[in-house]
């Protein structure tokens, strides 16, 4: 069963804070991705990376940056956290054949004050 | 711009209900559409759809694919309160790896 482990399930951090989110997969997945979720929004892609040391921004990467190091781990950092990035953070995953669905990991929900 | 959209946004039935669920797309070189069952954390994979017309099932759950009509619905017959969740759609294009998500369905089945 592919596993995907995030390191916190709930997180609070005051504005300005540097937050990391670390996520970890143990399939040898090539492609990792970070998403956020929130309520109306459904889930919205942050970046992904296809490799180690490969990112590539999603559709709201403002605020953050990743970084991926080994192939196994993917984190999400916040440099300086807002109150507009409280959400719910999701990892996920998946291998490099052709069909095959993306798998999450259990979240994290960040709330900054 | 690709998109998904799912509806209805919420859905309250009674133990026992058929319902259906509806997602459609506008994406750009579809590759496939997977539907995903999100209860208090990780989504978790129910189906992976590619081809027009073929029904996939599990259980009281099934899903079929309309390419014509670019669309997608997911039926669970005699709903079970263990069947509230939000409902995920998300389509794949070809030559990328991302999922454009819908925003999902919210589906609340009392006794």
């Known amino acids: 069963d592919v596993k995907v482990t995030q390191s916190s399930r709930y997180l609070v951090k005051r504005t300005g804070e540097k937050v990391f989110l670390e996520c970890v997969q143990d399939?040898?997945?090539?492609?990792m991705f970070w998403y956020r979720q929130d309520p109306g929004l459904g889930l919205r892609l942050i970046y992904f990376?296809?490799?180690?040391?490969?990112?590539e921004k999603g559709d709201i990467p403002e605020g953050y940056s990743v970084s991926r190091e080994k192939k196994e781990r993917f984190s999400l950092i916040l440099e300086s956290a807002s109150t507009n990035q409280t959400s719910m953070y999701l990892c996920?995953?998946?291998?490099?054949?052709?069909?095959?669905?993306?798998?999450f990991g259990p979240g994290t929900r960040l709330t900054v004050l | 711009e690709d998109k998904v959209v799912q509806s209805p946004l919420s859905l309250v039935v009674h133990e026992g209900d058929t319902v259906t669920l509806n997602c459609s797309y506008e994406?750009?070189?579809?590759?496939?559409l997977l539907w995903y069952k999100q209860e208090k954390k990780a989504p978790t994979f129910l189906f992976m759809l590619?081809?027009?017309?073929i029904e996939k099932k599990s259980g009281r759950l099934s899903s079929i694919l309309d390419k014509k009509e670019l669309s997608s619905i997911l039926n669970i017959t005699a709903t079970q309160t263990g069947d509230s969740a939000i409902y995920l759609c998300?389509?794949?294009?070809?030559?990328?790896?991302?999922?454009?998500f819908g925003t999902g369905t919210r589906l609340q089945v009392f006794p």
């Open positions: 990376s296809y490799d180690v040391k490969m990112k």
């Open positions: 399939m040898d997945h090539e492609n």
């Open positions: 996920a995953s998946h291998g490099r054949a052709f069909y095959n669905e993306q798998f």
């Open positions: 590619t081809s027009s017309g």
């Open positions: 994406v750009t070189n579809f590759r496939s």
């Open positions: 998300a389509v794949e294009a070809l030559k990328t790896d991302k999922l454009i």
